[in-house]
């Protein structure tokens, strides 16, 4: 769960994530039901919502990011820039898949999707970042 809301949520403590995650699970414990997948996977997608609804209300609070000026322009790529410019739904495929290590089946469980669903978002997500990164050569 930390892993996930670290990824996820950047600008915040994953350990606050967790809590707020762990906190909605408790209020809503009635609608766990174990046969549409494990208490962990449940977690997990808790912890992502939270994830994504901290990160929604701190872009709220900015009216225009202005660029980072700061930087150096060289040639190396970023991917982690690429990654922010994907849709949300293969970013979170991405995240949970490579970044915190689910399987296929533990991510479809988070995304709430199906297992072919999950390949098939996370082959898209790798098309549009070699995409994103080519295009910035």
């Known amino acids: 769960m930390l892993l996930l809301a670290a990824r996820l949520a950047p600008r915040h403590q994953p350990e606050d994530i967790v809590q707020d995650a762990l906190l909605r699970a408790w209020r ?45 322009v060289d040639d190396r790529l ?15 495929a991405i995240d949970c898949h490579y970044y915190a290590g689910l399987s296929v089946a533990e991510t479809a469980a988070v995304m709430q999707c199906a297992e072919g669903t999950v390949k098939s978002t996370l082959a898209d997500a790798r098309k549009h970042i070699r995409q994103i990164l080519e295009v910035e050569r």
């Open 28 to 72: 809503h414990r009635e609608q766990f039901d174990s046969n549409r997948g494990t208490l962990s996977n449940w977690l997990l997608a808790i912890t992502a919502n939270e994830a994504h609804r901290a990160e929604r209300s701190w872009r709220g609070l900015i009216r225009s990011p202005s660029p980072d000026t700061s930087l150096a």
């Open 78 to 92: 970023d991917v982690e820039a690429a990654l922010r410019r994907l849709p949300r739904r293969q970013r979170l």
